[in-house]
């Protein structure tokens, strides 16, 4: 027999998800935490991206919004706040690119080298959706 399935309250769940989105920490680190695998942090997100969409389309509904505007708007919204991150990211890099050019030292500029491919790296990590 294999292990008894092991069951997660959605606190548990939405701090892990918090952690892994937040990039405070990868999806392996915080299952490895829990005992359980990157796949189930992964899923773990969808849900809660789910239920959070119903939830905001329901707001939505409920205020005199029909169901097919409301979902135009969710997306819409969604949209925006992908912009936005995008844009923050962008101009983390630009700020980092700066300093990279006026820096005189090899070490400074190796270290800001590093940091902006580690971000490069995890923007494309979000555009894959992982």
């Avoid at 700020?95 to 490069?120: A, C, D, F, N, V």
């Amino acid at each position: 027999m294999g292990k008894p399935r092991r069951k997660f309250s959605n606190e548990v769940k939405v701090k892990a998800v918090d952690d892994y989105v937040s990039g405070r920490r990868s999806a392996a680190q915080v299952a490895a935490e829990l005992e359980t695998t990157p796949t189930q942090v992964y899923s773990w997100r969808v849900q809660l991206e789910e239920k959070a969409k119903g939830l905001k389309v329901d707001e939505l509904t409920s205020a005199d919004r029909n169901p097919a505007d409301a979902l135009v708007i969710h997306q819409l919204l969604k949209e925006r706040d992908t912009y936005q991150k995008t844009v923050g990211e962008q101009t983390v890099i630009i700020e980092l690119l700066k300093k990279r050019l006026r820096s005189t030292s090899s070490q400074q500029r190796s270290e800001l080298t590093g940091l902006i491919e580690t971000l490069e790296r995890s923007v494309q990590r979000r555009k894959r959706g992982e």
